[in-house]
């Protein structure tokens, strides 16, 4: 390996506004959360290969010999490769024991490894290493936990193979990549989230690459290079729902009832270009009381329309009514049917009033975190700038 230790991290997303309408031509507006995946490698010289995922309790160990007999003699240099060999995923899915595409989290995250490790080193002698993962990110709460994974995994595995350089200097506590290294990142990111959902957009990953805020619009990603960080709480409802369900829903309804639900779609539109606009304008000057008024009646209108839509929830519904009751706005993110929402807090919010939205949602039976959109993408770091109990945890093992 090209370094002997080094730690990444790259945040989950979520989606401003857009959600539903995106699938029909319509712009939609992801932001990167600040609730992050960190990822610690460490070069070993046991001739093992060792993945410790605590979250999901996984701790797998393999012969570095065992695995390499894995690598098929047509195995292309890293470089060359433009697209997922899926002969090779089948023959890795048969070594895991993985029998179909609905497998769990576990067997994903693991067939993601796999797959980067051994491409990645099918040139060389594949390293020994210890590679662990800890996020703040719940998982399977559409938030972008496997796309950050899957950032942190590309990462740190291109580091390693010396695909790209190490952008961490001896006096530096955090760095990032140039944009030509993080092209590569993300396309090897998009790779692992192919291996693990199949069909993905390609958001969560680019929005866990380059952080920040994405504009979304018929298959094209833009990232944004300045929007400002905003405070939100972010909860999460626990309310299962199927993506795939509520699609077809939304679908249904615009059929039975296009003259009615094209407005509404044109309408979310507007919501988003007229949301990118402000917060275009709140990096260019001074941010004021009028800025915060105007995303609020856009999260307003957003959740009422995704109301008419049919993908609201009651859960979603008391969300609106505890924090609307101490001033603040929320709405639905991602598919909608329950799953997670979030809340704007103003600069000027009191803590106190913060504090006692936590507890009332939490009495809800709802979990809730005060975080922040916006923020950076994939980087890597020094130890000393990581959470003393994220460190605690990667070091463990």
């Excluded at 790209?164 to 760095?175: F, G, N, Q, R, S």
Aim: hydrophobic share 40%.
């Amino acid at each position: 390996m090209h370094f002997k230790e080094c730690i990444v991290s790259a945040p989950g997303k979520a989606i401003l506004h857009g959600e539903h309408a995106v699938v029909h031509g319509k712009v939609a507006l992801a932001v990167s959360l600040n609730l992050r995946t960190y990822l610690k490698l460490k070069a070993t010289n046991t001739g093992k290969v060792c993945v410790n995922l605590p979250n999901i309790d996984t701790f797998l160990c393999w012969d570095v010999c065992e695995l390499k007999r894995l690598i098929p003699p047509s195995c292309e240099q890293p470089e060359d490769v433009k697209r997922l060999d899926a002969a090779f995923v089948k023959r890795l899915r048969k070594f895991v024991g993985v029998a179909n595409e609905n497998s769990d989290t576990s067997d994903m995250a693991t067939l993601a490894f796999l797959y980067m490790y051994l491409t990645l080193f099918a040139s060389g002698e594949p390293p020994s290493l210890t590679l662990s993962v800890w996020s703040e990110l719940p998982t399977g709460a559409g938030l972008g936990s496997s796309a950050a994974y899957s950032v942190c995994l590309a990462a740190a595995m291109l580091c390693a193979s010396g695909a790209i350089p190490a952008p961490l200097k001896e006096w530096d506590y955090t760095a990032g990549w140039c944009q030509e290294d993080l092209e590569l990142i993300n396309s090897w990111a998009f790779q692992g989230e192919t291996i693990i959902h199949g069909n993905p957009s390609g958001v969560d990953n680019a929005v866990g690459t380059w952080g920040g805020m994405l504009r979304f619009l018929a298959g094209r990603i833009i990232p944004l290079s300045r929007v400002p960080l905003l405070r939100i709480l972010l909860t999460n409802t626990k309310v299962p729902r199927s993506t795939k369900v509520l699609v077809a829903r939304v679908k249904d309804k615009i059929n039975k009832f296009p003259a009615i639900l094209t407005a509404v779609l044109e309408s979310l539109d507007g919501v988003s270009c007229t949301c990118e606009k402000v917060l275009l304008e709140m990096t260019r000057e001074p941010i004021t009381g009028e800025h915060y008024n105007v995303l609020e009646e856009l999260i307003d209108i957003n959740q009422h329309h995704l109301n008419v839509m049919g993908v609201g929830h009651p859960a979603l519904d008391t969300l609106c009514r505890v924090t609307l009751a101490r001033g603040l706005h929320s709405k639905l993110t991602g598919a909608g049917g329950g799953g997670c929402g979030i809340t704007l807090l103003r600069p000027e919010t009191d803590s106190a009033v913060i504090q006692s939205t936590i507890q009332a949602l939490k009495d809800c039976d709802f979990d809730c975190w005060e975080t922040s959109i916006g923020g950076p993408g994939v980087q890597v770091h020094s130890p000393i700038s990581v959470k003393e109990d994220v460190l605690g945890v990667l070091n463990r093992y």
